[in-house]
């Protein structure tokens, strides 16, 4: 598990979800009208809105819940999850940033070989599933991790995990499973 | 017919009468021929002039002015007959406010060319009526009482009844009058090729847009302001435009304006220049109108924040009121607020519901009262309910993370981008669809004014691409 695979893999972070909460009810009708780069979807009932800067996209309710997405790193979602309270703040509620938590951080990674699926999926059998006419990649799911890495027969893997470093961790877990089956180079 | 008219009624006539006399030599020196002016009195609800009027066959109506005038004539004695003046007139009418339409078994497409008076079996002429199947003459009578029906009325008629309403006659009619009480309209047997409806119930037929003519500009000085409202969900540009300017040419006015794209605004600057004439009053108003409204809304919200506002503090007190006299405040501040204070997952706030139940209203005011207590109070509310300034570090400890303060400039930088949007291109229109992708937006807009590069434009469509 711990073995010495990071040979200069890189994982590259290309979202991370999080959520907060303002403890306020927000007037969602105030925020579309006065708010800066706002969409309302009132047949849903949330406001988007989307700063620059941290290049993020933020579901607002009113319950005061947000949910801050596309960021690329965790301190980049709290930064940008404070931006925008601090907005939603400056249009005039009474806003406090509580319980911001990171709850979903997507990863892609390249093998620098491809992956035989079936001889993979065998030899992995509860953890890893395939189906090649639903889905073209295997999925193997880590449970104490409680990570998924989605394994495709060209060598690219996407994780998703709740934080980063269990993103990183579930790399390297996987990483030698998918070195047995890797597929001849002659490919 | 007319002989139970009232005083009033017999003022108004004889004002017509003066009017019309006094007109003839003026249309003497435009070159319009007598028949013209006594056709005009035809079209004037009067009966002294019958004799008159019977002489005269046919006559052929030709040239802009003549039907301009007798058109203005019309709308005289269509405004005259709806208003209060011609009350008890109207009263002595009221038979004729009900009738049906038929179509004539017999009725055949050639019967059109008839240019013969209007066939009344009752002993009263009316008159004469120039009838013309295209449409370009607008003869108008209105249906008196007392007169004897089934009415055989002509293709290319304009029919008026007591109650002031117009129909415009495309196929040929017979008029029978409705058994009492009915109000709604037979559908008239289609021996006519065309199948358009040629009477509908009076109370659905808005009159001034059943009174107007292909070609001719018929206009009302009443319409505008009832215009001006079918302004912006119009889509015949024609109509709009043509009270704006009457006296203009209908066939600019009626050239529909030019779809501009946002990508090529000056696409067409020579035509725009003609549009923007003609429809600059228009344009205004209707900018105008649409402004006025915006600001209207604009200020009623804000006395509705500032009420609300008041209101909110009221029953925050009646609230505090109930909160000591009641034990099962905390349940009840479960029902208004299942995450809030009885979320199991934050426990973090335990000075009661009431702080909680505050902020939930508070949230509601607006920007003035909250810099208000923010200058007033500072960060001190916040700090004195999170822990202190350095909370950051010490959140792990806690199931769930301590407030952190938001210092007004410490921790969270502003936006870096304030107002881009104070630019002088403005677009007010409509929006068929609006598309995005990621950052790419889409526009079909439709029916707008903008103002770009400090001149204005006017479209009824209008694509757009843009990057956010």
Known sequence: MDSSNDEALDIIVTNVV????????????????EGTNVIYKPEVGKVLMKLRKPMIT?????????????ATSEDE?????RRLARCLQKLGFKVRFSAFKVVNVL?????????????????????????????????????????????FSTGSLTVTGPNVQNVATAVEQVYPLLFECQKPLCK | MLTDTGPVAKLYLSIIDDVIESMREL???EGLEDRVLDDLRHLS????????????????????????????VQLW?????????????RKNNINS??????LPANYRQNDQELTASVVIPASQNICSFPVKNNSETLATFSLPAGLAYPVQIPAGVTLQTASGQLYKVNVPVVVTPAPAGQQSVSHPTQKAPAPQPVAIPPHTIHPPQEVEPSPVQATSVTQPPQLMTDLPPSQESSLPQQPQVPAADTSQLQSPPPEVTLAENESSPQAEPVNLSMTASPCSQLLDFQLGTEEALTQTTQLKTRDVDDILKEVIEEEREKADRLDLYSELSDIVQLDGPADNSDMEEEDGGLPLEENDFLGMINAEAIKVLQEGDGSSDDNSISSSSDSEGADELANVEEEDPLNSGDDVIEQDIPDLFDTDNVIVCQYDKIHRSKNRWKFHLKDGVMCYAGRDYVFSKAVGEAEW
Not at chain 1, 58 to 70: E, H, L, P, R
Not at chain 1, 77 to 81: D, E, I, N, Q, S
Not at chain 2, 97 to 102: A, E, I, M, R, T
Request: proline residues 3%; glycine residues 4%; hydrophobic residues 40%.
């Open chain 1, 77 to 81: 979602a709290k930064l940008g999850a």
């Open chain 1, 107 to 151: 990863a892609v990674c390249s093998m620098p070989f491809a992956v035989h699926l079936i001889d993979f999926t065998k030899n992995n059998r509860p953890i890893a599933s395939y189906e090649p006419e639903l889905h073209p990649a295997a999925t193997y799911r880590i449970k104490n991790l409680k990570a998924t890495i989605q394994v």
């Open chain 1, 58 to 70: 933020a579901s607002i309710w009113s319950s005061g819940k947000i949910i801050c997405t596309g």
């Open chain 2, 27 to 29: 249309f003497l020196d």
């Open chain 2, 97 to 102: 406010s009900n009738f049906v339409l038929q």
């Open chain 2, 77 to 89: 004695e269509s405004k005259m007959m709806q208003s209060k003046a011609m009350e008890d007139f």
């Open chain 2, 45 to 72: 609800v009067t009966a002294k002039l019958d004799h008159l009027v019977s002489s005269r066959g046919s006559v052929h109506h030709t040239g802009k002015r003549q039907t301009a005038v007798s058109s203005a």
């Open chain 1, 18 to 33: 999080a959520t907060f909460r303002t403890r306020c009810h927000l007037n969602l009708r105030t925020i579309a009208l």
